[in-house]
């Protein structure tokens, strides 16, 4: 059974850091896109980052580039979102989701988001 498990959210002040974890079981980790994407309450989710994880090519919404980095570590089937600098409209709930096995990049994962598999979440919350 395909499971994601999130982890790493938290409460920061304006211009604080966090990393983001996102732990992937029960199938072949190669060839899948995986995506982190978040949801304000009240509006509609959106996708923050995505890996293709075959050859590690990345891309990012335009509203946290610079700021956020997502990487993995194919040893331990996890995907990590580094976040800094952030901001109080980055709050919101943060998921990761996997793809079907699929053969892509980076940019294509992000804007295709064709997503089979999602986590639980973990809650970011930024003060100003």
């Known amino acids: 059974q395909v499971q994601l498990v999130e982890s790493g959210g938290g409460s920061v002040q304006a211009g604080g850091s966090l990393r983001l974890s996102c732990v992937v079981s029960?199938?072949?980790?190669?060839?899948?896109?995986v995506g982190w994407f978040r949801q304000a309450p009240g509006k509609e989710r959106e996708g923050v980052a995505a890996?293709?994880?075959?050859?590690?090519?990345?891309y990012y919404a335009d509203s946290v580039k610079d700021r956020f980095t997502m990487y993995q570590d194919n040893a331990k089937n996890t995907v990590y979102l580094q976040m800094i600098g952030l901001k109080p409209e980055d709050t919101a709930m943060y998921s990761c989701?996997?793809?079907?096995?699929?053969?892509?990049?980076?940019?294509?994962?992000?804007?295709?988001?064709?997503?089979?598999?999602w986590g639980q979440g973990t809650q970011v919350t930024v003060s100003s």
């Open positions: 890996i293709y994880t075959t050859d590690g090519s990345t």
């Open positions: 029960g199938y072949a980790y190669k060839d899948r896109c």
């Open positions: 989701a996997a793809s079907a096995p699929t053969y892509s990049s980076g940019r294509s994962c992000f804007q295709n988001r064709n997503y089979d598999y």
